[in-house]
């Protein structure tokens, strides 16, 4: 196989990166879990406030490095260029998809969870391939797989588990732009439609089990891919959405882009090496907070724009949700670069 990878931190790195990607998923889930364990009922204001927290801890900030991420993988300096490429990037991609909300908005809502499923599960694949180094994700195929039972996991299973808050949330989010577009979105809330879809997701996370286990040659990181797969699917099967989605968002994704965000940096991934997670954060923070400060801003001028002026949590988390939207699909396209750089892709 041809690697050539510019930056390529040394595969301790990567472990450590790795444990440390799996203590931050495991606290997700075991947080979650232990919270619908020991309270009968959580009051939705405690759902919300992992969601409310990623805009400034790790979920918002994640993608905020984005300008730097490819010139740096290439081991080349972070030019002003460079910085305006991405920058247009975000303005058309992000700014067409907002027009589209304003438009479509039940369209662009759909779209945002497929494009959900394809960003979150491309994250996934990268960590299983790149960190946890896992040998059975061999053909393009297989990563493909592991892609949709990933990503569609926190979209799929909170739709047959918990219909009403999903369709709570997605109503809130539509319902800034359309006040009667509830009837569009109510035909995905049909018991048969959420079996169908449930029992397409249920196929494909079976084929990737038994193709899995067919291709491994160790057992250990096929053992590590079902853990993780098992508790996602248990987290998102008992926990509610709004929760679980903000436990998730920042402390499984978020998490796992950060660290590669790191890797590719020399001196973070430096300070990774010796154990120095904090200065790897302090150079993150540092590197995220311009634009993360620019994305509240958005958020903000955003709830001044929608047809309805957000008055309560959930609505003022339903314009965040639209902005994270419109900043992930230009940042899906960076991650696509990166996998491209990193050759995720071509096997
Ligand atoms: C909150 C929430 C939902 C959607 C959240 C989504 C789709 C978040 C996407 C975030 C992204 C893509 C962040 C960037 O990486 C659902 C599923 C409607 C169910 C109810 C709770
Ligand atoms: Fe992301």
Redesign the pocket.
Known sequence: MDREIVVTPASETRARAATLALVTAAAAVVVGLTLVTVFESLPLSVQFVP?VASVLLV?LP??AVDHLVIPRTRGEPATLRWIAAIGLLYLVLGGAYLVLWFLEPTAAFVG??F??VV??GQ?DVYALVELVGVDHLRTRFDRLLALFVRGGT??VV??VA?PD??A???GT?VGAFDSDAAPALAAAFDPMVRGAIGAVFVTLVIASLVRGFRRADSIRSWLIDVTELGSLVVFFASVP??L???LY?SLW??VR?VLRAMLVDDRASAAIERGDVRAASVRFARDAAPLTAGAVVIVAGLALLVPRTPTTVPEG?AVY?VT??A??LP??VVVSALDREQRLWSV
């Open positions: 969601l979920g994640h993608g945002f969870l494009l959900t960003h979150w994250g926190p979209i909170p739709l918990f808050q999903y709570f949330v997605a989010i959405p709004i679980a989605i903000g968002f994704h978020s882009h988390v949700l994270l939207a900043l992930t940042h899906a």
